[in-house]
Protein backbone atom coordinates (compact mmCIF):
# COMPACT_ATOMS: atom_id res chain seq x y z
CA UNK A 1 0.00 0.00 0.00
CA UNK A 2 1.14 3.62 -0.63
CA UNK A 3 2.52 5.17 2.95
CA UNK A 4 2.10 9.29 1.93
CA UNK A 5 3.19 8.97 -0.85
CA UNK A 6 1.44 10.38 -3.98
CA UNK A 7 0.22 7.18 -6.65
CA UNK A 8 1.89 7.05 -9.76
CA UNK A 9 -0.65 8.51 -12.13
CA UNK A 10 0.34 6.10 -15.52
CA UNK A 11 -1.65 7.36 -18.69
CA UNK A 12 -2.51 4.59 -21.82
CA UNK A 13 -2.63 6.07 -24.98
CA UNK A 14 -3.57 4.92 -28.25
CA UNK A 15 -5.33 5.61 -31.34
CA UNK A 16 -9.25 5.29 -31.27
CA UNK A 17 -9.53 1.08 -31.52
CA UNK A 18 -6.32 0.71 -30.29
CA UNK A 19 -6.89 -0.72 -26.57
CA UNK A 20 -6.74 1.84 -24.24
CA UNK A 21 -9.77 1.18 -22.45
CA UNK A 22 -9.65 -2.56 -22.63
CA UNK A 23 -5.48 -2.21 -21.44
CA UNK A 24 -6.71 0.29 -18.62
CA UNK A 25 -9.74 -1.92 -17.62
CA UNK A 26 -7.70 -5.43 -17.34
CA UNK A 27 -4.56 -3.41 -15.35
CA UNK A 28 -7.47 -1.88 -13.11
CA UNK A 29 -8.26 -4.93 -12.25
CA UNK A 30 -4.57 -6.97 -11.69
CA UNK A 31 -2.88 -4.13 -10.30
CA UNK A 32 -2.97 -3.42 -6.63
CA UNK A 33 -4.47 -0.35 -5.12
CA UNK A 34 -5.62 1.19 -7.94
CA UNK A 35 -8.43 3.14 -9.27
CA UNK A 36 -8.43 4.23 -13.22
CA UNK A 37 -10.25 6.88 -15.10
CA UNK A 38 -11.58 6.82 -18.32
CA UNK A 39 -11.48 9.45 -21.04
CA UNK A 40 -14.81 8.35 -22.86
CA UNK A 41 -16.65 8.65 -19.51
CA UNK A 42 -16.69 12.27 -19.58
CA UNK A 43 -18.59 14.88 -21.78
CA UNK A 44 -15.86 17.55 -22.56
CA UNK A 45 -16.02 21.09 -24.25
CA UNK A 46 -13.60 21.06 -27.36
CA UNK A 47 -13.34 22.57 -30.91
CA UNK A 48 -16.56 23.77 -32.70
CA UNK A 49 -15.27 21.96 -35.94
CA UNK A 50 -13.50 18.52 -35.34
CA UNK A 51 -12.52 18.39 -39.36
CA UNK A 52 -11.07 22.11 -39.00
CA UNK A 53 -9.12 20.76 -35.34
CA UNK A 54 -7.69 17.88 -37.03
CA UNK A 55 -6.52 19.79 -39.66
CA UNK A 56 -4.66 22.21 -38.18
CA UNK A 57 -2.93 19.92 -36.12
CA UNK A 58 -4.83 18.10 -33.69
CA UNK A 59 -3.90 20.43 -30.92
CA UNK A 60 -4.81 18.80 -27.50
CA UNK A 61 -5.02 22.17 -25.56
CA UNK A 62 -7.98 22.99 -27.19
CA UNK A 63 -10.52 20.64 -24.94
CA UNK A 64 -11.09 21.64 -21.84
CA UNK A 65 -10.14 18.38 -19.56
CA UNK A 66 -11.32 20.44 -16.48
CA UNK A 67 -13.64 17.27 -15.39
CA UNK A 68 -11.14 14.74 -15.50
CA UNK A 69 -8.24 17.27 -13.79
CA UNK A 70 -10.89 17.81 -10.55
CA UNK A 71 -11.10 13.75 -10.44
CA UNK A 72 -7.84 13.34 -11.41
CA UNK A 73 -6.88 15.71 -8.39
CA UNK A 74 -9.35 14.30 -6.05
CA UNK A 75 -7.89 10.60 -6.57
CA UNK A 76 -4.12 11.59 -5.98
CA UNK A 77 -5.48 12.68 -2.44
CA UNK A 78 -6.31 9.10 -1.58
CA UNK A 79 -3.86 6.44 -0.53
CA UNK A 80 -3.79 5.01 -3.82
CA UNK A 81 -0.67 3.20 -5.28
CA UNK A 82 -1.96 3.86 -8.60
CA UNK A 83 -4.09 6.25 -10.62
CA UNK A 84 -4.67 4.66 -14.67
CA UNK A 85 -5.93 7.35 -17.13
CA UNK A 86 -7.64 6.00 -20.26
CA UNK A 87 -6.08 8.98 -22.14
CA UNK A 88 -5.44 9.30 -25.70
CA UNK A 89 -3.07 12.81 -25.10
CA UNK A 90 -1.04 11.44 -22.70
CA UNK A 91 1.98 14.64 -22.46
CA UNK A 92 0.93 16.16 -24.99
CA UNK A 93 -2.61 18.18 -23.38
CA UNK A 94 -0.48 21.02 -20.89
CA UNK A 95 -3.14 20.71 -18.12
CA UNK A 96 -2.77 17.10 -17.53
CA UNK A 97 0.90 16.51 -18.31
CA UNK A 98 1.67 17.99 -14.85
CA UNK A 99 0.29 15.08 -13.39
CA UNK A 100 1.38 11.83 -15.53
CA UNK A 101 4.37 10.62 -14.10
CA UNK A 102 4.31 7.36 -16.43
CA UNK A 103 3.25 7.16 -20.31
CA UNK A 104 2.59 4.32 -22.18
CA UNK A 105 1.71 4.10 -26.05
CA UNK A 106 -0.21 1.15 -27.72
CA UNK A 107 1.21 1.26 -31.07
CA UNK A 108 -1.99 -0.73 -32.77
CA UNK A 109 -1.65 -0.96 -36.78
CA UNK A 110 -4.27 1.52 -38.06
CA UNK A 111 -6.33 -1.37 -40.07
CA UNK A 112 -6.58 -3.57 -36.67
CA UNK A 113 -7.59 -0.32 -34.83
CA UNK A 114 -10.07 0.53 -37.49
CA UNK A 115 -11.73 -3.02 -37.44
CA UNK A 116 -11.65 -2.73 -33.93
CA UNK A 117 -13.51 0.53 -33.84
CA UNK A 118 -16.01 -0.43 -36.62
CA UNK A 119 -17.05 -3.52 -34.47
CA UNK A 120 -17.53 -1.60 -31.37
CA UNK A 121 -19.34 1.64 -32.82
CA UNK A 122 -21.44 0.56 -35.47
CA UNK A 123 -22.94 -3.06 -34.27
CA UNK A 124 -26.11 -2.00 -35.09
CA UNK A 125 -25.58 0.31 -37.45
CA UNK A 126 -26.81 -0.80 -41.14
CA UNK A 127 -23.82 -0.77 -43.82
CA UNK A 128 -24.47 2.58 -45.15
CA UNK A 129 -23.41 4.66 -41.84
CA UNK A 130 -20.64 1.74 -41.96
CA UNK A 131 -19.18 2.79 -45.20
CA UNK A 132 -20.03 6.57 -44.90
CA UNK A 133 -17.94 6.44 -41.74
CA UNK A 134 -14.76 4.79 -43.88
CA UNK A 135 -15.42 7.36 -46.38
CA UNK A 136 -14.81 9.92 -43.92
CA UNK A 137 -12.26 8.18 -42.60
CA UNK A 138 -10.18 8.02 -45.99
CA UNK A 139 -11.13 11.93 -46.35
CA UNK A 140 -10.53 13.21 -43.11
CA UNK A 141 -10.00 11.08 -40.09
CA UNK A 142 -7.16 9.49 -40.65
CA UNK A 143 -5.60 12.81 -40.69
CA UNK A 144 -5.72 12.82 -36.98
CA UNK A 145 -4.46 8.93 -36.19
CA UNK A 146 -1.27 9.62 -37.94
CA UNK A 147 -1.36 12.75 -36.14
CA UNK A 148 -1.50 10.67 -32.87
CA UNK A 149 1.59 8.51 -34.65
CA UNK A 150 3.79 11.51 -34.88
CA UNK A 151 2.91 13.18 -31.55
CA UNK A 152 1.73 11.26 -28.64
CA UNK A 153 3.51 7.97 -29.19
CA UNK A 154 7.30 9.41 -29.60
CA UNK A 155 6.73 11.16 -26.02
CA UNK A 156 5.32 7.84 -24.57
CA UNK A 157 8.38 6.25 -22.12
CA UNK A 158 7.05 2.96 -22.88
CA UNK A 159 5.66 1.50 -26.55
CA UNK A 160 3.78 -1.48 -26.52
CA UNK A 161 2.98 -3.35 -29.27
CA UNK A 162 -1.20 -3.51 -30.12
CA UNK A 163 -1.08 -6.66 -32.24
CA UNK A 164 -0.04 -8.65 -28.49
CA UNK A 165 -2.73 -10.70 -26.80
CA UNK A 166 -4.43 -8.49 -23.62
CA UNK A 167 -2.34 -10.24 -21.23
CA UNK A 168 1.18 -9.99 -23.14
CA UNK A 169 0.35 -6.24 -23.14
CA UNK A 170 -0.62 -6.10 -19.21
CA UNK A 171 1.90 -8.18 -18.56
CA UNK A 172 4.58 -5.48 -20.52
CA UNK A 173 3.38 -2.82 -18.80
CA UNK A 174 2.98 -4.48 -15.22
CA UNK A 175 7.02 -5.80 -16.05
CA UNK A 176 8.38 -2.18 -17.09
CA UNK A 177 5.97 -0.26 -13.91
CA UNK A 178 7.56 -2.85 -11.74
CA UNK A 179 11.35 -1.69 -13.22
CA UNK A 180 9.66 1.87 -12.87
CA UNK A 181 9.59 1.59 -9.02
CA UNK A 182 12.96 0.15 -7.99
CA UNK A 183 14.73 3.03 -9.55
Avoid at 26 to 45: M, R
Avoid at 104 to 129: E, G, Q, W
Wanted: some cysteine.
Amino acid sequence: MNKGKHPIVIAIASVSGGGKTTIVSHLNSSLPNVKALFFDDYEFDGPDDFIEWMNNGCNPNEWNLSPLIKDLKTLLMEPLDYILLDFPYAYKHSKTSEYIDFAVFIDTPLDIAMARRVTRDFKDSSVKNILMDMNNYIRRGRIGYLNMLETIKPNSEFIVDGTLSISEIVNSITLKLKEKKRK
